[in-house]
Each structure stands twice: as C-alpha cells, then as structure tokens.
C-alpha cells in the first residue's frame, strides 16, 4: 500500500465529503468515540505559572486561585492541548535528561462555561486525555478530585458542582515539582479535553467491552459486555441494543452488519450492573497490517421507549496467537515484528499533542517498513490507538516505568501503592477495543524485574480485565527475571538487549514454551549527516552516522539482525527508537540508571562510571537523543534505510553514505557503506568501477567498500537481486550553496483547526542537489491567512528556541511547521530567506 497516498485520500475526504446517509443514527464521521453527546472542551482556557519559572526564578503560588471570584482577566488566554515547557528557554545547567527545558512548575489551568437550562438533571463529566501531572480539578470552588500520573485518562465528575443558566469556573492545578522522570515528560493539560453529558442512566465509561470469542472465514460471533450505571435516585429498567457496522478510515458507519437482541436491565438507584449480549457477521473483514479492517458497534440505552443514550464504540477482528516455536501468527499467518519504541513528544512540539504531527511520523515509520510501535514507558493518547487501528500497526500497550522502586526520588514509586490498579484498570478499560492492542506491558526494566509476587500481582490484574491478550515486561535482567520464576507470571518475555542466553532459556522446561520479544533492541546513536573517520565516532558532542556507535548495552542494526537470524523463533524486535526525542541524550548524559544495564557485569559498570563522571565535569549541551532512526525533525538518517532495506525486502532500493562532499580528505580513505534490498551491489566512482560485493544471507545487511580513496565527483551503486538489476543510488559532490528549496507533506489543510503542514527546507547547489554540511541561517515569514508554529532543524545541540522564525539549517536541511490563522480559509505563502541564496516560498491552501 502507498501510505502517503493513502493518507492523502484520507485528508481529501476529510476535507470535502459529506457525512453518508444510513441506518447509522450518526452519519457524520464520529469525531469522539463512546458517549455521543461529546464535545471538545479545548478552547478558551486560562493559564498561569508558578513555583519555579522558566528562568529559574521562583514566583509563590497565592492561596484560592480555584475560587470563582477569582480575578483571572490577566491570565494568558490559550488553547489546549498546552505544554508550558516547550516555550523553553533551554538552559545549560539544566538537566540533559529531560531535555535541558524548565518543565518543572506549578501550573494554574481556569475555563469559564456555561451550562444551558435544558441540560438540567443530565451527568456532566469533564474527560482528560492525559495531564501533566498531579491533576487536582475544582468546580466553582468546589473539590471535585485527582488523578495524579500525568500519562493515565481519566473521568470527572461534574454534575454535583454544576449550575445550570449560569456561569461556571473549572480549575485545574498541576505540579510536575514534584514529579521525576528519565525522559523530558512535557508539562500542562498536554492532551484533548471532552465534556461528556449523558442521562442519569448512561453507558459507563468506557462501558463496553468487545471480543470475537469464535472467528471463522464464514462468520465471527461477536460478544459485547456493557456496563450501565444508573445514577438517579430512583430505581430504572432500561432497555440495550447493540448494531454493528463497517467503519471506514474517517470514523463513518458504511454497512449494518449484525444486532443484538435487545436486552432488558433492571437497575436500582446508584446501581452499577454489567450484561452481555452477542451478535454473530457473516464472513467478517478481519483486521490485519494490510487491510485494517473496523466495525462500530453502536448501543442505544432506551427508558420508557426514549432513547436516553448512545455510544460508539469501535473494534476489530482478528485472532492472535503466540507461539515459542512458529513466533506470532496474526490470523493465523506469523508476522514478524519489525517495530520501533518511542517517547510520546512530537520534537519541537513538545509533549502537547497534535494529531497530524503524529500522522506525519506514522507514515515516515510506515514507509520505512515498521509494522509494531510500542509505547515506551507509558499509556499513550488514545488517538495514537486510533491511527494504529487506521493504519495497520501493532501496539505494544505499556503501564509503568517504576513500581515500588524509583528510578528516580520522585517518579511512579510515590503513587504506586494506591493509584497502581486504578492506573491499571484505566490503561485496559480504556484500549482493549482497540485491535491493533496486541501485547500489555506492567513495566520496563523497573528495578523489582525479581519479585515473584509483585510480577505475578500486576499481571494478574491485566489478566481480570482483558484475558485475551498476554502480558509482557521488557527484562534488562532477562536471567535475573527468569532465575527467579518470576517471569513465569507472563505470556510473553520481553527482553531488552540481552539476548546472549537465549538459547538456554529456551531449553528451560519453565520458559520452553515462553514467545520471546525484543522488546527493546539495539541502542544504536547517530547524528543525520555527521560522519567521522578512524576509531572516533564522538566528537563535538554529535555521534557519526556510519551507524556503528552505540552504548555498551546496545549493538549496531546489523547486529541485532543477526541476533534475529540466529534465534528465528523470537517474535521480533522493537529498537530504540523510531524518532529521536527530548531528552536521554546518551552517551552525552548523566543518567546513573544505565548502570543497571550492567549489574551482573562489573567491568562495563566501571567503565561507564567514568563516562558519566566525565559528563558531569563537561556538562555537554545535549537536549535531546541520538537513538532515532529518524531525527527530531522527521528527517531520515542513514539507518533509515538498513530497516527499509530488511524490513521491505521487495522495495527496490539501495542507498550510498557518506556524502561526497570532502574537500579536505583528497586521496585520504573514505569509506563508503550501501543499504539494498538487493544481495549484491558493484560500486562505481567517476565511472570506474570499485568492485562487486555480495551479502551473506543471515550475516551481511550492508555492503562496505572501506578502502575507497575520496576524489570529488560521482559514486554510483547499482544494485541486483537474483542476479538482475534491481536499484540504482547515485551521490555526487556538490557546488556551492545557491538557494533554498521547499516541499510541504501537505499543501492543503484545514482552516480554523490544529491541522499543520510540515515544510521540510533545503539547501541546494544551483542543480538542485543538498549541500552536506551547510548551515545557513534561515529567516521564515509569512504571507497571508497563516502562522509558524514551530521551526527545527535536527541538530541536538541546539539551543534556538522551537518557536524561533530564525533557524540555522543542519547539514543542508531545516523545517518549519504552520498552520492556518484564526480560522482563515484562503491561499498563504511561506518565505525562506537566507543571506547570499536564492529565497524559497511555498503556497498552503486552508480549506
């Protein structure tokens, strides 16, 4: 499938066609699912900072700030999703870890709304995708409650609070003072917030819960239990009724498949009551990676013959098996997991979240042949689930990166003892709809990975609310966690890295029947378009991109596919990571967790005690990772394509690096590295050939001609697979720096939302090819009906403030992100200015 044709025929549609007409009682495409009478509650909020500020000054926090006569005209007005970190500045005594940005603070979030007399008697609760963290919510000065895990969903109830034809004041506090994390966590109201209004006796939330317990070619018998509450005060028969229908990639019903008969509920007041009723769709879609395939299952709560609720709830079909022998079978045919971990911040976004942000990352993994994401080390934001089901990925689904053991004074272990099952039961209740779920995840590489009864406990509590998926952990003491048994609590061993007895593990009578996973692999570094030459692959704070650099833990790609190779029986791996993110710059960090990577060998632990001793004296200005296969921006490395070429291996393609742009190395060697699809490439400089190489099935996945004496001009690769043509890679020295040329992943977007277009800027020679290594600084202006979001280039030691108009490009490109202003409809145009070269504009249309 082409995915980005895919995606744009999703946005045409999105942009142009109407709702379909049906049986469905919603033709629109449903913009929320669960309770129908849903809507955003994102605009119009007020906003202030205290406790620590951005330049590390400290400004007191008053007393009341939830009271409704609270003067709050001087606020600053915004929009959610916030991240009030993001705005930076970054600041080099802060910590490399979390992204050298002042996150820590004390945040003040104030809405003023009304509530019109007909929603009198109804439920109102307010729903939070995710807040960062230590949530406290009031209702005209009156405590409503808390959720304190910034990652997890969670419901509010308003309805006690609420005053019908007058105004209403939500406060919001948050405090991430008092929260640690390994990573940079974002700060604020960072996801979607939903008002929810719903009869006294509603579905609950997230009220249904989907399975296929019998699938065939001919039919599948679909079971839906439903959870009704009633919260009236008088006792209530209600009526349920499921319809199910074919759900196409914009969230519309296209065909009724199957009901439910109706069943009657009989409910006393404040009554809580579960009951379940099957419908059976003949020769049903299933869902796959190919053809992800959806249905909507659509429940209407009647009393008295009036419908008093409706919700939509979404889900798939599709069988999973795990196997210790024959790896994963979806449906029934294996698939190899050819996955990526990743943080949950969009780069120069920070950890405020945008849907087409995360769209553009989707298919840049898509493309690059990644079929499994796994949501490293938290619950992502429901829509990541959504596009997943969309498009075909797998989802490892991940709770914790800490339990009663901090890796850090104030992370998860402060919360853990009460909030563990509450946090637990949302992450499940919340995701289990979702077919691209095929794995939950308690935790990753916390430090408890030998306790039998803490394992056994978490897990079982995954096990109560969803059996039809296995648990996993992801083991950085892989033989620690299975000496102990208490791995044996699990479905699947997650390992991260150390794979170096597996083939004792898998003799073990207690694990012989175990699936294994990489659930986390590799740890290779690189910096896009910087290459180093000798023994050094680290210097001025960046990594070389000959991608053999990585941590004592960790191994190059090739390595791992080796690995892959000699274990074929492993379902896959997840690498770390897709994306580079904000923070964890490894080596270029002080992160005394990693030594735990080394517990059982002390010579690796002492050899990086001293690295990270010489960190602390230097304190490098590294903000953000080097572990992405792709960079901060979105621009691929040169590792892109070792996966591409692996993991696509009827893609016709090859690609050539380094550059050839090395005026000071005449005659000096230069290797040269090919990625292909194919299994053999002859090399070619200026015409003159510099011999065909060969791949070793199951042991070579690059070709390497490492002798190569660098004069300027072309090197051409021609690449065969069984022993025809297969595909061609050419790079040539460049001339000098001559203009600016820029490309959008989308020149029509939609006015008056947060729906962006994604410039990618490069600097050309004047026959159009990338200049390496030019960094010319880049002024971005506007013309016209839109606005710059954010600019970026890459680079992770840059200290240029992501909302910044000015931008210096590195090695040859840059990237600005815009969107549509005020809601405008109408054409506008994005300037590039740089000193000396010819300026580039691109026109946006928001329609």
């Given at each position: 499938?082409?995915?980005?044709?895919?995606?744009?025929?999703?946005?045409?549609?999105?942009?142009?066609?109407?709702?379909?007409?049906?049986?469905?009682?919603?033709?629109?495409?449903?913009?929320?699912?669960?309770?129908?009478?849903?809507?955003?509650?994102?605009?119009?909020?007020?906003?202030?900072?205290?406790?620590?500020?951005?330049?590390?000054?400290?400004?007191?926090?008053?007393?009341?700030?939830?009271?409704?006569?609270?003067?709050?005209?001087?606020?600053?007005?915004?929009?959610?999703?916030?991240?009030?970190?993001?705005?930076?500045?970054?600041?080099?005594?802060?910590?490399?870890?979390?992204?050298?940005?002042?996150?820590?603070?004390?945040?003040?979030?104030?809405?003023?709304?009304?509530?019109?007399?007909?929603?009198?008697?109804?439920?109102?609760?307010?729903?939070?995708?995710?807040?960062?963290?230590?949530?406290?919510?009031?209702?005209?000065?009156?405590?409503?409650?808390?959720?304190?895990?910034?990652?997890?969903?969670?419901?509010?109830?308003?309805?006690?609070?609420?005053?019908?034809?007058?105004?209403?004041?939500?406060?919001?506090?948050?405090?991430?003072?008092?929260?640690?994390?390994?990573?940079?966590?974002?700060?604020?109201?960072?996801?979607?917030?939903?008002?929810?209004?719903?009869?006294?006796?509603?579905?609950?939330?997230?009220?249904?819960?989907?399975?296929?317990?019998?699938?065939?070619?001919?039919?599948?018998?679909?079971?839906?239990?439903?959870?009704?509450?009633?919260?009236?005060?008088?006792?209530?028969?209600?009526?349920?009724?499921?319809?199910?229908?074919?759900?196409?990639?914009?969230?519309?019903?296209?065909?009724?498949?199957?009901?439910?008969?109706?069943?009657?509920?009989?409910?006393?007041?404040?009554?809580?009551?579960?009951?379940?009723?099957?419908?059976?769709?003949?020769?049903?879609?299933?869902?796959?990676?190919?053809?992800?395939?959806?249905?909507?299952?659509?429940?209407?709560?009647?009393?008295?013959?009036?419908?008093?609720?409706?919700?939509?709830?979404?889900?798939?079909?599709?069988?999973?098996?795990?196997?210790?022998?024959?790896?994963?079978?979806?449906?029934?045919?294996?698939?190899?997991?050819?996955?990526?971990?990743?943080?949950?911040?969009?780069?120069?976004?920070?950890?405020?979240?945008?849907?087409?942000?995360?769209?553009?990352?989707?298919?840049?993994?898509?493309?690059?042949?990644?079929?499994?994401?796994?949501?490293?080390?938290?619950?992502?934001?429901?829509?990541?689930?959504?596009?997943?089901?969309?498009?075909?990925?797998?989802?490892?689904?991940?709770?914790?990166?800490?339990?009663?053991?901090?890796?850090?004074?104030?992370?998860?272990?402060?919360?853990?003892?009460?909030?563990?099952?509450?946090?637990?039961?949302?992450?499940?209740h919340r995701d289990r709809n979702h077919p691209s779920v095929f794995i939950w995840s308690i935790g990753n590489e916390v430090l408890e990975q030998q306790n039998v009864q803490l394992t056994k406990h978490l897990a079982e509590i995954m096990k109560r609310e969803d059996p039809t998926r296995p648990v996993s952990n992801g083991y950085n003491d892989p033989d620690g966690g299975r000496n102990s048994g208490a791995a044996t609590a699990l479905g699947v061993m997650g390992v991260n890295y150390f794979f170096g007895q597996q083939a004792k593990w898998d003799a073990d009578p207690r694990y012989a029947n175990m699936p294994t996973i990489g659930s986390e692999t590799s740890s290779c570094v690189s910096t896009r378009g910087e290459y180093y030459f000798g023994s050094n692959d680290y210097q001025n704070w960046q990594i070389s991109s000959y991608d053999n650099a990585k941590p004592g833990w960790g191994c190059s790609p090739d390595e791992q596919f080796r690995t892959n190779a000699k274990y074929p029986n492993l379902l896959g791996e997840f690498v770390w990571t897709g994306f580079d993110y904000l923070g964890e710059p490894t080596p270029y960090n002080s992160d005394e967790t990693n030594l735990l990577n080394f517990r059982t060998d002390p010579s690796k632990k002492e050899e990086l005690e001293k690295q990270l001793e010489f960190i602390r004296k230097n304190n490098p200005p590294s903000r953000s990772s080097y572990f992405g296969i792709i960079d901060l921006a979105g621009f691929p490395k040169d590792r892109f394509y070792s996966y591409q070429a692996h993991w696509r291996p009827d893609l016709p393609m090859a690609h050539i690096f380094p550059h050839w742009n090395w005026p000071e190395r005449i005659d000096s060697i230069t290797p040269v590295h090919v990625y292909t699809s194919g299994d053999e490439a002859e090399l070619f400089l200026n015409g003159k050939s510099l011999g065909r190489k060969h791949k070793t099935p199951g042991k070579d996945f690059r070709l390497t001609w490492d002798s190569v004496r660098y004069v300027p001009g072309e090197l051409k690769v021609i690449c065969y697979k069984n022993g025809k043509q297969w595909a061609t890679d050419i790079v040539k020295t460049t001339g000098e720096m001559n203009k600016l040329v820029l490309s959008a992943d989308r020149i029509a977007i939609k006015a008056g939302e947060d729906d962006l277009s994604f410039i990618t800027v490069k600097v050309t020679d004047n026959a159009g090819l990338v200049v390496p290594r030019s960094h010319p600084l880049i002024h971005f202006s506007i013309e016209g009906p839109g606005e710059i979001v954010a600019t970026d280039n890459g680079n992770p030691i840059s200290f240029v403030p992501f909302q910044s108009h000015d931008r210096p490009a590195f090695n040859g490109m840059a990237l600005v992100i815009v969107k549509s202003k005020g809601g405008a409809k109408g054409k506008f145009t994005v300037h590039a200015i740089s000193e000396q070269l010819a300026e580039g504009s691109i026109e946006i249309e928001n329609r």
């Open positions: 499938m082409n995915y980005q044709r895919f995606f744009q025929l999703f946005l045409f549609a999105s942009l142009f066609l109407p709702g379909l007409p049906g049986a469905f009682s919603q033709s629109a495409p449903i913009t929320r699912m669960g309770t129908t009478n849903t809507a955003s509650f994102d605009d119009g909020w007020l906003f202030q900072r205290y406790g620590l500020q951005p330049d590390g000054t400290r400004k007191e926090e008053p007393a009341a700030l939830e009271n409704m006569a609270l003067n709050d005209a001087s606020w600053q007005k915004l929009q959610l999703p916030h991240d009030w970190a993001i705005t930076g500045p970054f600041r080099i005594e802060l910590d490399g870890s979390t992204g050298k940005l002042p996150w820590k603070g004390i945040g003040w979030y104030r809405k003023h709304f009304s509530i019109p007399a007909t929603d009198t008697g109804k439920q109102i609760f307010i729903d939070f995708d995710g807040a960062m963290a230590y949530a406290k919510i009031w209702l005209n000065g009156k405590y409503v409650g808390t959720w304190p895990y910034g990652y997890t969903s969670f419901r509010m109830d308003l309805t006690p609070y609420i005053l019908p034809r007058k105004e209403n004041v939500l406060a919001v506090r948050l405090d991430t003072e008092n929260w640690d994390s390994r990573w940079y966590p974002g700060a604020g109201i960072y996801r979607h917030v939903w008002l929810v209004k719903t009869a006294p006796v509603h579905v609950a939330h997230w009220g249904t819960y989907i399975t296929a317990p019998k699938i065939t070619d001919r039919d599948a018998v679909v079971n839906i239990a439903l959870t009704l509450n009633n919260q009236s005060q008088k006792s209530a028969t209600a009526i349920a009724q499921t319809t199910l229908y074919e759900l196409d990639v914009l969230n519309r019903p296209v065909k009724k498949v199957a009901a439910t008969k109706e069943s009657i509920i009989d409910l006393n007041a404040g009554e809580e009551k579960i009951t379940e009723s099957q419908a059976t769709i003949t020769r049903p879609k299933r869902w796959s990676i190919e053809a992800p395939n959806r249905y909507v299952a659509q429940t209407v709560i009647k009393i008295n013959g009036k419908v008093v609720d409706t919700y939509n709830s979404p889900f798939g079909i599709r069988t999973l098996e795990f196997t210790a022998r024959n790896g994963f079978l979806l449906n029934g045919k294996r698939v190899e997991i050819q996955g990526t971990c990743n943080h949950h911040d969009l780069g120069a976004l920070g950890a405020a979240f945008n849907e087409s942000a995360l769209i553009r990352q989707l298919n840049i993994l898509k493309d690059m042949g990644c079929n499994s994401l796994r949501t490293s080390h938290n619950p992502p934001a429901p829509e990541l689930l959504e596009l997943a089901d969309k498009m075909g990925f797998l989802v490892w689904d991940e709770a914790f990166d800490a339990w009663k053991k901090g890796k850090r004074k104030n992370d998860y272990n402060k919360i853990f003892d009460e909030w563990h099952e509450k946090d637990l039961k949302a992450l499940i």
